[in-house]
């Protein structure tokens, strides 16, 4: 329970992916990871020194190991920090009615009737002109300050039969002030985060901000076996993986450790930030030049003694749909790590990837279970296929068993969390 206790905390921190990535560096520098700055030479790496890289909404954090990586190779453990949500528009506000509405852009492949009716906040980062030049804040506003309402049913009388269907660019804009003297419409934003920064408007300069739910995460159910809360998907995954380095503590395995958190997965992973990016494979080469040992040996020696695992959140058989599933591959919540399995490669998981998490698995007392699509519904995809390729590095993909994917509030295990967390590790002191 501490586990779950501990990861609810992170979510609660991580409003946005760049509070996930300063929620995660937190954790790092708090247990001696030092930060690096990728436009600098990277520090001599010694068994068992820690660094960082911050880039936006993407982190990678190392760890030195024993050997060198081309002798011992690198164990990888991969998550992404974003969620689907909406995000602000660069032009935001608009009168309607009388009612002040901000323009957004669903990001990711949100459930978007979920959004109406929820109190939201705004978050992300803002770029500004400060005293120095270009400056980066992140900002958080956790009051409600907007709002998706409902139609009534008196309204909208087939709502329940046909279901919430929401027009993106017509329905989605919040409510966030009545339009009045007191704040003249065109300034209400600007001057908003103005304030929230200490900053003179005029200082604003362009943004990368999207709305959350204010409700906090929670444990919940009646035996407390849940945890509801909004980006499970995948902010589990990554507090897993981060938490997993963290608990080494002082050993240091053969195999230098890695955690590779990055955005931009619900949109594809096309970014300069993203699993596509050459930022993996080019930052693993300049830890394999900066590691103490380095040999000489080459970065493609180092991927055949490597092994990654991709962790992001799998589907959970659902009490009223249990059709959906393939008959003998249904994830219960709290019944430990889902391996995933397609043939297309969807997921990168092969026998030999799946044998080695099932020993982690064992190795830690953790049930293991899983998933494949049932063949007449298409499967979903991750970062696990897409760093396969990109690094050339054998890659399973898992995940921990949850409900109600992609929805603003989401549901999953408590149990799991820790049990994901275990193997994980058990992945890394894996020699
Ligand atoms: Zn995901």
Known sequence: MATAHDMLAFIAASPSPFHCVAEGARRLAAAGYRAVDEGEPLPALEPGAGFYVERGGTLIAWRGGARSPSA?????????????????????????????????????????????????????????????????????????????????????????????????????????????????????????????????????????????????????????????????????????????????????????????????????????????????????????????????????QAMTRSLMVSADMAHAVHPAYAERHEPEHKPRINAGPVIKHNVNTRYATDAVVAARFKLACADVGAPVQEFVNRSDLTCGSTIGAISAANLACPTVDVGCAMLSMHSIREQAGAADVAWMQQAMTRVLRDG
């Open 72 to 300: 011992a190779g690198f164990r990888i453990l991969g998550a992404h920090t974003d969620s689907p949500n909406l995000r602000i528009k660069p032009r935001v506000e608009s009168t309607s009615e009388g009612y002040v509405r901000w323009a957004v852009e669903p990001y990711g492949g949100l459930i978007v009737a979920t959004w109406a009716d929820r109190d939201l906040g705004l978050s992300g980062r803002v770029a500004l002109r400060g005293a120095d030049g270009l400056e980066t804040r992140l900002v958080r506003v956790d009051r409600p300050i907007a709002r998706i309402p409902n139609l009534a049913i008196h309204l909208n009388r087939e709502v329940n039969e046909k279901g919430l269907t929401l027009n993106k660019q017509t329905h989605l804009p919040p409510v966030v002030a009545l339009a009045g003297a007191a704040h003249p419409s065109a300034e209400l934003f600007v001057s908003l985060l103005a304030r929230e920064l200490d900053v003179a408007p005029e200082q604003l300069l362009a943004w990368d901000l999207m709305l959350h739910d204010v409700t906090p995460p929670t444990l919940g159910g009646v035996h407390d076996e849940f945890i509801f809360s909004a980006r499970l998907d995948n902010q589990a995954s990554s507090y897993c993986a981060l938490e997993a380095l963290l608990a080494l503590e002082d050993h240091v395995p053969e195999a230098t450790s890695v955690i590779m958190l990055f955005d931009h997965e619900e949109c594809g992973s096309l970014s300069e930030r993203g699993a596509s990016s050459a930022l993996g494979p080019q930052l693993l080469r300049r830890v394999m030049g900066a590691h103490a040992a380095h040999d000489g040996g080459s970065l493609s």
